[in-house]
């Protein structure tokens, strides 16, 4: 399993509380066309991530309780 797949995984298995889950607001999703339908990361954590145009980023389901997780790859 790759280092993304088992940082997914945890994510998805966590136990998660208060104190795990920063809110960052609300967005809009949007769809310039085509096959995909995009999310906004808040400025703030991008940048402190190094997430920009380009970074590739690992989108998984988490079924249960209909949450996306959104993992860089090379981070």
Known sequence: MSTVSSRVQQAAQADWDDDSVIPCGTASAQSPGGSSVYGVLPVP???????????????????????FLITPVDI
């Open 45 to 67: 954590f991008s940048n402190n991530l190094g997430i920009e145009k380009g970074t590739q980023l690992q989108v998984a389901y988490h079924v249960e309780t209909k949450t």
